[in-house]
C-alpha cells in the first residue's frame, strides 16, 4: 500500500498563475482533507471531504477550491495564485471525520508563489 | 475559534535529557492526539487520548490528558537524536484543529 500520495513534490508559481495539487489514498477510507502548514502555526484545514460526494470549508478555504472526484481522490485548486499561499499543502485521510480516527498524511507538497 | 497553545515553541536539548512538552486549550476535547513529523514528511501519530486523566506510555514517551479534558502534555525520558522533530497535538472540537507545534532538537 503506498498510502497517500501526492503530487507534485515541489512547485514555483507566478502570482496569477493556477494549479491543482493531486492527492489520492489507497486505504478506502471515507475522509480526506487539505492542509497548509506555515512556519509557527501548525497545520490549518483548508477543505475537507467528509465522504465521497461532499466538500466542506475549513479555517483557510479563502482563494482555494475542491474536488471530491471519487473515493480516493480529492485535489486542491489555487485560480489564481497568490504570494500569501506559499506554503506547504498536505493532503490527509481517515475512516471517518472524526478525532477518534488516525489521519494519515502525505509526504506534502512545497509550493512558492513569486 | 478554539485554539491550542503548545510550549515551548522550540527545546534544543542534549541526548539523555528529559523534557515535556504541553499542550493547552480553554476548550474541552472529546480526545486529543499527538503526532510527530520529521523534515519533509507528513505527521505521523503517536497516540490517542479520550478520557479525562488517562495516561499513555509510548517506550520512553508518557502522554497525559488532563482531568478535565483542556490540556495534554508530552513526556521524553532520557530524549534521543532520534527524537528530532516537529511535535503536534492535535484536538477534536467539530473539525480536528492543531497547535502550532513544538520543534525538538536532540543532540548528541
Known amino acids: 500500500n503506498a498510502g497517500v500520495t501526492q503530487t507534485p513534490k515541489f512547485q514555483v508559481l507566478k502570482t496569477g498563475q493556477s494549479m491543482t495539487l493531486q492527492c489520492a489514498q489507497d486505504m478506502n477510507h471515507n475522509s480526506m482533507y487539505w492542509y497548509r502548514q506555515d512556519p509557527g502555526m501548525g497545520l490549518r484545514l483548508i477543505y475537507y471531504s467528509a465522504s465521497e460526494g461532499t466538500t466542506d470549508k475549513g479555517e483557510v478555504p479563502n482563494g482555494y477550491n475542491v474536488s471530491r472526484l471519487n473515493k480516493r481522490e480529492f485535489s486542491l485548486r489555487l485560480e489564481s495564485a497568490a504570494p500569501s499561499q506559499t506554503s506547504v499543502y498536505f493532503c490527509?485521510?481517515?475512516?471517518?471525520?472524526?478525532?477518534?480516527?488516525?489521519?494519515?498524511f502525505g509526504p506534502g507538497t512545497r509550493l512558492t508563489v513569486t | 475559534t478554539q485554539l491550542l497553545e503548545q510550549s515551548p515553541q522550540f527545546l534544543s536539548i542534549q541526548e539523555g535529557e528529559n523534557l515535556t512538552v504541553y499542550c493547552n486549550s480553554s476548550?474541552?476535547?472529546?480526545?486529543l492526539q499527538w503526532y510527530r513529523q520529521e523534515p519533509g514528511e507528513g505527521p505521523v501519530l503517536l497516540v490517542t487520548v479520550v478520557t479525562g486523566g488517562e495516561v499513555k506510555k509510548l517506550k520512553r514517551l508518557t502522554f497525559q490528558f488532563g482531568d478535565a479534558r483542556k490540556d495534554s502534555s508530552l513526556h521524553i525520558t532520557a530524549a534521543q537524536p532520534g527524537d528530532t522533530g516537529l511535535y503536534l497535538c492535535a484536538a477534536q472540537g467539530g473539525k480536528l484543529i492543531f497547535g502550532q507545534g513544538t520543534e525538538l532538537s536532540v543532540k548528541p
Open positions: 490527509a485521510s481517515s475512516e471517518a471525520g472524526t478525532g477518534f480516527f488516525e489521519q494519515y
Open positions: 476548550s474541552v476535547f472529546s480526545s
